[in-house]
């Protein structure tokens, strides 16, 4: 079996190579930083980290199942320990014997069945240069948020403008009039920090957001939800009404109601930024109208003048090393079967590109186990491949939503439901197992005898 190659080593290029590994796939990481932890190192090139971030759900519900995370680790670890545990879990399992970092992947080909890759080293005595191979197959790893979407101001800001993608450090507000726009996880984030530094704080929004406290009764939110199992619809209308029990209306605060039911959009789990709000450290404002100087008008009519605006606007897919159309890419996003399996390949999986409530690594680890499961079970030539492979032809356009009305927006385009996405996941991977060879009874298998 020729090897597989995976591009990038953040948790999901590690859990990737991590099963390919397990099940006696031969394969060969690369990454471009000197390092693990992708996005969660905030010194890797590709990191769009920033000082304050920690982690958005509890570590339990997001923790690998194989590798949990230190007992003395808080609910909500700070983006340095996850780094750590990216590297502990990379020790614990022998990836970094199977990467080659400061390694960037410059194009990705498709040659006969094969891939043909050209890889660039960007660090060292060998900076430049190149190397062109032939793999076996693709595991795209590189992450969906490190891409910035930028939309274009109405109007010339004669201030600084920014996107969160280059946050780092909040210093860079000290006594400045500061507008953010938008209002995502990372954007409250922000918004806080910037209360804290700014001569002023304002906010743009140009929907509602449903709001969640990080703990209930002292135990992380996500954490007694998910032990509950619930129909979505029960558990959509419970979710919003604990939100309005916890913290209110966001109307309350000056913030617009949101017009669609909770989960179709990523809720905010952050009620600090509700506490400044309520204090007058942050300022609510509508939709951007126009720009003139430092002169903002919203569509409200008021108007403020800035210093700064910081774009929280979220980020791209963003795949510069592939063409799309060997994507199969169709209006915001690549159409895939999970969001992972080609309709006509056999060889070329996108890692990572899912996003769902309550997911966390070890939901994404499961996804590359099935991976594993198939290209293994294809070389086998089993029966349970064969009825993998048509399945995912047939059923490539179907999202796995379990009937939620996700918002037509670029960055819910790769949105799943979690328990349906997790129920596909586990019946497909069992229906593999079932079939393996009587030969396969331990974890590993060489690569010799998965040829």
Known sequence: MKPYAVIGAGPMGLCS?????????????FEIHSDVGGLWDIDSPTSTMYESAHLISSKKMTEFAEFPMPEHVAHFPHHSELRDYFRAYAREFGLYDLYEFNTEVVRCERVGDDWQIVTRIVDGARKGEEQ????GGLLIANGTLHHPNQPQLPGDFAGEVLHSSEYRDPAIFDG??????????????????????AASVDISLRRGYYFLPKFIGGKPTDAVGGKIKLPRLVQQR??????????GKPSQYGLPEPDYKMFESHPVVNSLILHHIGH???????????????????KDGRSGDYDLILLATGYKLHYPFIDDAQLNWQGFAPRLYLNVFHPE???????????????GWEGRNEQAELVALYIRQLS?????????????????????DGGMKYLQLERMAYY???????????????DLRRDLPARDTGEFVSSAGAA
């Open 345 to 359: 390949y056999d060889n070329l999986f996108l890692m990572g590109m899912v996003e769902a409530a309550g997911l």
């Open 176 to 197: 400045k009039r500061v507008l953010l726009v938008g209002c995502g996880n990372s954007g409250a984030d922000i918004a806080v920090d910037a209360a804290h530094r």
């Open 238 to 247: 419970i979710s919003a009404a604990l939100s309005r029990f916890m913290l």
């Open 380 to 400: 086998y030539g089993a029966e349970a491949a064969r009825r993998f492979k048509a399945v995912k032809h047939e059923r490539a356009s179907v999202r796995a």
């Open 280 to 298: 007058g450290d942050i300022q609510p404002r509508g939709d951007i109208a126009s720009i003139d100087g430092h002169t903002v008008t919203f």
């Open 17 to 29: 190579v991590r099963n390919l590994h397990k099940h006696g796939i031969p394969c060969v990481g």
């Open 132 to 135: 062109v191979r032939l793999f």
């Open 416 to 430: 799943v439901h979690k328990d349906t996405y997790l129920k596909a996941l586990r019946g497909h991977s069992a």
